[in-house]
């Protein structure tokens, strides 16, 4: 049976502040064939590096297949996402989660179209992203190939300023847990719900709400994903959703699953994923 493991990796000082989460993934061949393969969402934007075998996505009618030794950005993802090595093989893949207000300072692109999207970063700024890929086939270690992306990243950190009302409504949403509504957001900011939706679509590819929701549903996976039982936090539900119903739609929009398909089934790689 195929092993697998996140390993996570302190992000430099100066990215720190943009970066969720910064590991390596690493498996000894393709997942199992029981477990859903599944990723969740959670609100954050991928940077992946693979320097071993490749890896296949899977989100809703479209697959994904990013090479060895490729760059790859995945924009803001609302739908389950199925995920697995491209060869039966030994995998490694650095992975740099950024946060939903990271992504922005770092790539000039537009978001909106890359939104349930995987894309190489040669196709978006060429021969630019060429020079470290090859700079990463060539480096002779992990944590040269660790240096590098982080070094690329600072230097294009450089590139792009803050925009501190858009900064303020994601903390604002990150620290209530999704449970604020734009109508909020506008009586804090100032801005209109149509002026704040404009500067979303801008630098996220989606609205607050859209936001809103993953976060909070995230609240809810990263509980699940320890194990216990849903009985033991069932009043915590409707402190994030209005009735049953609500959350059930939730659950069924990021998972792919009913909550009972999902409890029978083998879901390794998703909750080591949001527990690691």
Request: proline share 4%; hydrophobic share 35%.
């Amino acid at each position: 049976m195929s092993q697998f493991s996140f390993i996570p990796i302190f992000p430099h000082p100066i990215l720190r502040p943009y970066i969720a989460k910064m590991y390596v993934f690493k498996s000894n061949g393709r997942l199992p064939v029981m477990d859903n393969k599944l990723i969740v969402p959670n609100a954050n934007f991928k940077l992946t590096y693979t320097w071993l075998n490749g890896i296949v996505a899977k989100i809703g009618d479209k697959t994904f297949d990013q090479s060895e030794n490729q760059i790859s950005l995945s924009g803001l993802i609302d739908r389950p996402v199925l995920l697995d090595p491209k060869k039966d093989s030994r995998t490694g893949t650095i992975i740099i989660e950024f946060n939903p207000f990271g992504a922005y300072r770092f790539f000039h692109l537009s978001f909106t179209e890359l939104k349930n999207q995987i894309i190489e970063l040669s196709d978006l700024f060429g021969n630019h992203v060429n020079e470290i890929q090859t700079q990463l086939t060539n480096s002779n270690s992990l944590k040269q190939k660790v240096d590098l992306l982080q070094i690329f990243l600072i230097k294009q950190l450089d590139k792009t300023s803050p925009d501190p009302i858009f900064d303020y409504c994601i903390k604002r949403i990150l620290v209530a847990k999704g449970v604020v509504t734009v109508a909020k957001l506008e009586k804090e900011t100032g801005y209109s719900s149509r002026w704040l939706h404009t500067k979303f679509t801008e630098h996220l590819g989606s609205g607050p709400k859209n936001l809103a929701e993953i976060v909070r549903f995230k609240q809810f996976y990263k509980t699940y994903s320890t194990g216990i039982d849903i009985h033991q936090f069932k009043d915590q539900i409707y402190q994030y959703y209005h009735d049953q119903s609500h959350f059930i739609r939730a659950f069924k929009r990021f998972t792919g699953f009913t909550l009972t398909d999902l409890q029978n089934s083998t879901n390794e790689l998703a909750t080591k994923h949001y527990t690691s």
